[in-house]
C-alpha cells in the first residue's frame, strides 16, 4: 500500500509564450514518501507543482492524483481535492490581512464548521508543531522569511492532507532556519504518513530527506534514482549539477558568435546578425 | 476585535451621511415635499401664452409661495395652455370665484411663476375648478414689437 | 520595390489584427472574471469582508472627495456670479451651483478622484497578493479567490462611490452657498427657491446616481481587474496602477459624453 502511485504523470506537454517547457515528462510518486523533483533554475519546477495543483493545464498528457485526472475534473471537485492537498509556497504566502492564527485558521473556517474553541485548540497544536505557538498573535508583516514559511507550512497542515506540495522550501533561508525546515518536512511526513513532493535545487538539503528523486533539464526527466544512486550517477548533465560544477553540458556562457569576431569586428550588432 | 467594531461604525456612519445626504438633496435642493397629496387642492387656469413656465414652477399669492405647478398641457379646443395648479388646502373655499393667475416673471430674465391676487366675489373656488380671469406671461419680443410699432405710428 | 512596400503592409495589417484580437481577448477575460465574481450580494462572512472593503474604499475616501466638493462648489458660485451678475440674473445662482453639481460636477470629479484613490489602491493591493502568491495559495486551499478577494471589492466600490457622490454635491451646494450668500450677497430665499423650482428630483438628483453607478461599476471593474491580470513584479505592479488611473479616467469621461446624451440631450 505504501508503495502505491499516489501521483501519476503521463507524457506530459506545457508551453508557455512559444516556449515549450515540458516535452513528455513521465514520473509516479509513492504514497507516503518524500519525493524531490530538482534541476536547475528555469527549468519549470514550480510549474510542474502548478499543474499538479490544477492551476494550469497542460497542452498534451495528464495527471492523476490518487486515480483521479485533476485536468478533467470539475471546478468544484477540483477544489474537493486541493481540500486534500496542501501546498507551501516559496515566499510562504500568508495572507497579509490576518495575524498568524487566522491565517493557519482559514482552512479550518473555510472548509469546516467547527466551533471556536476547536479551531483555537488545532490551530495551536499546528503552531506548537512548528515551534511558533508564542507567535501567534503577530502579524504576518512581523515575521521573518523563515518564520513566515514555518507558519504557512502549519496552515499547509491543518486540515491533515494527505499530500503536501514543497515550492523551494529552502531558498533563501540562512542555515538555522534551513535546518529547522529540513527537519519540520521529514518530521511532518513521517509523522502524519503524508505523501510530500519537494521540488528545490539546494541538493545537500534535498538529499538528506527525500526518499526518491527526479532531475529534470530541458523539459524532461533526464535522471531518477534513489539519492545514493545519483550520486553516482554517468550522465555527465547529472554530475554537473549533483556536484555544482561551473561548466559541462549546461554551458557558462551564454549562446554567442565566437569571442574573436566580438573583440575583431568592429560592429557587434552586424555580428549578432550573421551569428 | 475592538478595530472591527470601529471600521463597522466607520462605515455605518458613511452610509447613513449618504442617506442623508439624498434626503437633502430631496427635499432641500429639489424641494420635494413629504407632505400627502390629501393636504393639497387642484386649479386650473387657461392662459394664452405660458412664456417659459414649466411644471413644479411655484404659485404665490402677494408673494408667498402656496402650491406648485402641476402640469401643463395644450387644451385643443381653444389652443391655448392648460395650466394645472395645486395649492395649499387650507385656501380651499378661501379663493373668491373672480381670483386672477398672472403669469409673472422674477427679476427681468429670471424663473417665470403664477401669481394670484383673490377679488371680491362671495363664491368661493373649489376643488378642480378653473380661474376665469388670466393674463398671459410677457413675451419679450411682443413687447418690443408693440414699442417698434407704435413708434412708426408717430 | 514594391514587394517590400507590401509585405510591410501586410506586416503592419498583421500587428494590428494581433492587437485587436488581444484587445477583445483582455474585454472577454475581463467579462468572465466579472461575471464570476459578483455572483450574489455578499452575505454571512462575505459580508464582513464587505464591510472592511467598504471602509477602505469609501470612507478612507470620503474626505478628499468632501474637501474637493466644497472648493469646486465655491468656484462654481464665484464664477457663476461674476456671470450672472452681467445679466442682473444672480438669483438664478442656486439653480445653476446645483444643476451643474447634480448633473455633471459631482459625478464626474468624485469618480475621477475615486480612481485616484481608492481604484490604484484596489490594483496594487490585488496585485501585490498575486505577486506574493496568496490568490494561488488562496486557491490551492480551496477558496475561490474572485469569490473572496474580488467580490467584497467590487461590491464595496459599486456602493461606495454612489455614497461619495451625494456627498459632493451636498457639500458642494453648502460652498456654493457660503460664497453666493454668505460673501457676494445673492439673497439666501433666491438661492434656495430657484433651485427647488428647477431641480427636479427625478431627472436632475436621479440621473446624477445613474451616471455615478456606472462609473462605479466601470472604475471598480478596471482597477480590480487591472490588479488581477497584472504581471507579478514590481514593475508589473506600477505599471497595472498607472493603467488603472489612465483607463478608468478616460472611461468616466467617455462614458459620462453618452449618458449626458442619453438623458439630456434628447436622444
Redesign the interface.
Known sequence: MTNSAFIEVEDLHFSRGGRAIFRGVNLTIPRGRITAIMGPSGTGKTTLLKLIGGQLTPDKGRVLIDGQDVHRLSRKALFALRRRMGMLFQSGALFSDLDVFENVAFPLRVHTDLPDAMIRDIVLLKLQAVGLRGAHALTSAELSGGMARRVALARAVVLDPELILYDEPFVGQDPIAMGVLVQLIKRLSEAMALTSVVVSHDIKETMSIADYLYLIADGEIVAHGTPASLDTHEDPRVSQFMHGEPDGPVPFHYPAPPFYRDILGADPTTTTRTG | MQR?KT??F??G???L??IL??V???L?????TLGAPSETFQLEANFANIGTLKP???VTMAGV?VGRVESIDLDTQWFDARVKMRLDSELEGQLSRDTTAAILT??????Q?VGLSVGGDPEALEDGDTIRDTQSALVLEELIQQFVSSMVKD | MFLRLFSRLVASIVRLGRRGCSVIEALGRASIFVARSVVGVPSGEGLRLWLRQMHFVGVLSLAIVLVSGLFIGMVLALQGYTILIDFGAEQALGQMVSLSLLRELAPVVAALLFAGRAGSALTAEIGLMKATEQLTSMEMIGVDPLRRVVAPRLWAGFVSLPLLTIGFSVVGIWGGYLVGVQWLGVSEGSYWSNMQSSVAFFADVGNGMIKSLVFALVVTWIAVFQGYDLIPTSEGISRATTRTVVYSSLAVLGLDFVLTAVMFGGL
Not at chain 2, 432641500?28 to 420635494?32: F, I, N, P, T
Not at chain 2, 422674477?106 to 424663473?111: I, N, S, W
Request: hydrophobic share 50%; net charge positive; no cysteine.
Open positions: 472591527s471600521v463597522e466607520g462605515v456612519l458613511f452610509i451621511a449618504g445626504g439624498l437633502f438633496l430631496g432641500r435642493v429639489s424641494g420635494l413644479r414652477a411655484r409661495t422674477a427679476g427681468l430674465l429670471g424663473e411663476y
